[in-house]
């Protein structure tokens, strides 16, 4: 099996509210100081949206690796110092263990100097303003409630949720601006394509979930096999991807009519499990780094 499986008309993944939220993004970018990008830091390379170097271009920028908590911390490590080397600010938080502090550091070190800037020019002092952009279901509405200390904004574990841009002020001198999530019209290179797939940033209804599930069954046995023979107790895993996602089905009792393996059913599972972290923590294997 390849992975060009996802090779479909791009308008499937890049549905017409993505042109609109590039919009809203575009429109509100002139009053902010500083933008944060979450990539998800399963698949940093990944998850970072090529056409943001174009909008963005001299914005003050810092990058947060979201979701570290699902992820090998070691090799998190290595990417922020391969952003470091490219002179770009880069930490790697969890937005569903309590406010990240060292983003929040990066932030008011990046906001000081703007702030500084105005003083400087006689401007009244205001709060600073923080753009949070990245990739559908990355966990920007996540990250906001957790430095608001309160759900401000709508969450879920799916993708396209934030459908419209939503200020949220944190004490006086904070004000961050979610946006809705977004992606490009074209993956030059269709592994790409499938990590978002995995990671659970395209609308599952535009790929087919079996395939994708296969794909991913067959990564995680390359790279944490014994998560896989452990999570659905296996006897073994030397079979295919098809074979080993039809004893899932078999041991999670995923049966239609006249026993047959409901192999939809087992592939959500499979996953639903991932994208929650129960198939193990790790970062998938990307080219570039
Ligand atoms: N484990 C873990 N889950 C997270 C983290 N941050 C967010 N999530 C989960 O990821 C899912 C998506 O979170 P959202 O905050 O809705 O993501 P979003 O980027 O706002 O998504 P859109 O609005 O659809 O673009 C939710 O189920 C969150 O609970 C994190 O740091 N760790
Ligand atoms: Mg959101």
């Given at each position: 099996?390849?992975?060009?499986?996802?090779?479909?008309?791009?308008?499937?993944?890049?549905?017409?509210?993505?042109?609109?939220?590039?919009?809203i993004?575009?429109?509100n970018?002139?009053?902010?100081?500083?933008?944060?990008?979450?990539?998800?830091?399963?698949?940093?390379?990944?998850?970072?949206?090529?056409?943001?170097?174009?909008?963005?271009?001299?914005?003050?920028?810092?990058?947060?690796?979201?979701?570290?908590?699902?992820?090998?911390?070691?090799?998190?490590?290595?990417?922020?110092?391969?952003?470091?080397?490219?002179?770009?600010?880069?930490?790697?938080?969890?937005?569903?263990?309590?406010?990240?502090?060292?983003?929040?550091?990066?932030?008011?070190?990046?906001?000081?100097?703007?702030?500084?800037?105005?003083?400087?020019?006689?401007?009244?002092?205001?709060?600073?303003?923080?753009?949070?952009?990245?990739?559908?279901?990355?966990?920007?509405?996540?990250?906001?409630?957790?430095?608001?200390?309160?759900?401000?904004?709508?969450?879920?574990?799916?993708?396209?949720?934030?459908?419209n841009k939503q200020w949220?002020?944190?004490?006086?001198?904070?004000?961050?601006l979610d946006t809705?999530?977004?992606?490009?019209?074209?993956?030059?290179?269709?592994?790409?394509?499938?990590?978002?797939?995995?990671?659970?940033?395209?609308?599952?209804?535009?790929?087919?979930?079996?395939?994708?599930?296969?794909?991913?069954?067959?990564?995680?046995?390359?790279?944490?096999?014994?998560?896989?023979?452990?999570?659905?107790?296996?006897?073994?895993?030397?079979?295919?991807?098809?074979?080993?996602?039809?004893?899932?089905?078999?041991?999670?009792?995923?049966?239609?009519?006249?026993?047959?393996?409901?192999?939809?059913?087992?592939?959500?599972?499979?996953?639903?499990?991932?994208?929650?972290?129960?198939?193990?923590?790790?970062?998938?294997?990307?080219?570039?780094?």
């Amino acid at each position: 099996m390849t992975e060009d499986i996802l090779d479909l008309p791009a308008l499937q993944w890049y549905p017409g509210h993505m042109k609109r939220a590039k919009d809203i993004i575009l429109e509100n970018l002139k009053l902010v100081d500083v933008v944060v990008e979450l990539l998800d830091a399963r698949a940093p390379l990944s998850s970072k949206n090529p056409m943001l170097d174009e909008i963005l271009e001299n914005k003050t920028r810092i990058i947060a690796m979201n979701k570290a908590d699902l992820a090998d911390k070691n090799i998190l490590k290595k990417y922020t110092a391969y952003f470091r080397e490219k002179g770009i600010k880069a930490v790697y938080i969890s937005s569903t263990g309590g406010a990240p502090k060292n983003l929040l550091r990066a932030v008011e070190t990046a906001a000081e100097e703007k702030t500084q800037k105005w003083v400087k020019n006689g401007a009244k002092p205001r709060a600073a303003r923080v753009m949070i952009l990245g990739i559908p279901n990355v966990g920007k509405s996540t990250l906001i409630n957790s430095i608001a200390g309160k759900n401000k904004a709508k969450a879920a574990d799916t993708p396209g949720v934030t459908r419209n841009k939503q200020w949220v002020k944190i004490g006086k001198n904070l004000e961050l601006l979610d946006t809705p999530g977004i992606l490009w019209p074209k993956f030059d290179d269709p592994k790409i394509g499938l990590n978002l797939a995995f990671l659970g940033a395209i609308n599952d209804e535009v790929y087919d979930n079996e395939k994708v599930a296969v794909l991913l069954i067959e990564k995680i046995k390359n790279i944490a096999n014994e998560n896989l023979i452990a999570r659905y107790k296996l006897q073994t895993t030397e079979k295919s991807g098809e074979e080993i996602l039809e004893d899932i089905g078999k041991k999670r009792g995923c049966l239609v009519k006249g026993g047959a393996v409901d192999t939809l059913k087992a592939a959500k599972i499979v996953l639903t499990e991932f994208r929650s972290g129960k198939l193990g923590e790790y970062v998938l294997p990307e080219d570039g780094i």
